[in-house]
């Protein structure tokens, strides 16, 4: 494999996204290796994820509140497999938002955990 980049980001988090937005701004070659899934925690586990909990969370008192509002009662109850299978899918679809910003900006992605190793040479 081909390692030759004017910008090379070890993984491919909020930070990685925005600092190969400005380098291929400048026409930079830029390679992002990720050694789980495009996104980093923000979008698989972190405020993305939490965020859809605590909408799925909000819902139950909205239906309460809605009697009030002239709507009549609303009988549901919660899934947890189906929030589960709905927020795989919202996570999926913005790893593919992702993946389709990085390659029509010419950035490479290569699932690969990195490992940084540094040679000293003492004169
Ligand atoms: C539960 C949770 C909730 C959060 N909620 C919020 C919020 O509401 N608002 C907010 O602003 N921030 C929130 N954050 C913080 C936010 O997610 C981080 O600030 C942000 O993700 C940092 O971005 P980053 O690009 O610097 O690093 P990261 O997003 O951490 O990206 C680093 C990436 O590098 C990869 N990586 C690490 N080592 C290697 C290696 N050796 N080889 C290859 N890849 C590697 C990792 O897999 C990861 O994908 C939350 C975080 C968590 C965990």
């Known amino acids: ?25 400048y026409s930079i070659h830029v ?15 972190g405020y993305i994820a939490e965020r859809l ?3 799925a969370a909000t819902l139950k008192g909205l239906f309460s509140s809605a009697i009030s509002y002239g709507w009549s009662e609303f009988n ?4 947890w497999s189906k929030f589960i299978a709905a927020k795989t899918y919202k996570i999926e679809q913005l790893h ?5 910003y990085l390659q029509e900006s010419g950035v490479d992605f290569i ?6 190793v540094f ?5």
């Open 31 to 45: 390679g992002i290796a990720e050694q789980v899934d495009v996104g980093g925690p923000c979008i698989n586990y």
């Open 53 to 55: 909990m605590a909408y």
């Open 76 to 79: 549901s109850s919660f899934d």
């Open 119 to 123: 040679s000293i040479i003492i004169l």
């Open 1 to 25: 494999m081909n390692f030759d980049y004017e910008l090379f980001i070890i993984g491919a988090g909020s930070a990685a996204r925005a600092a190969a937005k400005r380098a291929t701004a």
């Open 96 to 100: 593919q938002v992702n993946m389709k």
């Open 111 to 116: 699932i690969l955990k990195v490992m940084l």
